[in-house]
């Protein structure tokens, strides 16, 4: 099955800082979406993103389906910025179902 | 708040029991997903509904199941739990909005089997 790979596994970042999450997948998608779960275990929506750039407030995606990656940046990150950072990605061919990857645990401190 | 709704939020039980997670879809929503999020599994993908009817299956043991009403609201069944039952059960929605599979997720409900 589909392989998805995020880097790095952990960041530590000083407020203020900015930063860029990448996930790697091994196979063709429909669909990719970035999640942040806060240290309260909510997941949020961040970005519905198969394809091309966003941007919402200091945070923005780009995917790159043909090359099979997708980055998230963060600028002038904040405490509140802390939690795991997911990809998911719903494969082209299989069933219907995402695959999340392992996650990119960022602590911003103060 | 994401417009997904999940009850109870936590729960904490004994092994061999049984418990049953409930999961109320956006407005608009008929696809419900339930996701397993353990500390050394990561997010788990368990199944899927599509307007009341089984979709797509994961990883999903025998002893769990699940099923979609004509509200559309979903329950997710857990049986003859174990200790490694203890999880973070998601419940996730998709369907009516601009981005048809764009899923949106629950709060969670959080298994503690002791």
Do not use: M
């Not at chain 1, 669909?31 to 919402?56: A, C, D």
């Not at chain 1, 002038?76 to 645990?105: E, H, L």
Request: contains cysteine.
């Amino acid at each position: 099955g589909i392989q998805v790979e995020q880097s790095p596994p952990d960041l530590i970042l000083q407020e203020g800082a900015n930063s860029t999450l990448r996930c790697n997948f091994s196979d063709s998608v429909n669909n990719l979406q970035w999640f942040h779960q806060n240290p309260w275990g909510q997941l949020i929506n961040l970005f519905y993103i198969p394809s091309g750039t966003k941007q919402n407030g200091r945070l923005s995606a780009t995917t790159v389906a043909t090359e099979r990656y997708s980055l998230l940046y963060i600028s002038s990150s904040q405490t509140t910025d802390s939690g795991v950072y997911f990809c998911a990605v719903f494969p082209t061919s299989g069933t219907y179902k995402y695959i999340f990857g392992t996650g990119t645990r960022l602590k911003v401190l103060a | 708040d994401s417009g997904v709704t999940q009850t109870p939020k936590h729960l904490i039980t004994a092994t061999g029991q049984r418990v049953t997670l409930r999961c109320s879809p956006r407005s608009g929503d008929l696809s419900v997903y339930w996701y397993q999020q353990s500390l050394d599994q990561g997010l788990q993908f368990l199944i899927q509904y599509y307007n009341g009817e089984e979709r797509a299956k994961g990883n999903i043991l025998e002893r769990f199941s699940a099923q979609q009403f004509p509200d559309l609201h979903s329950e997710l069944n857990l049986s003859s739990l174990e200790l490694g039952d203890s999880a973070l059960y998601f419940c996730a929605s998709s369907g009516g909005g601009v981005n048809y599979n764009e899923q949106f997720f629950g709060p969670g409900t959080r298994l503690t089997v002791l």
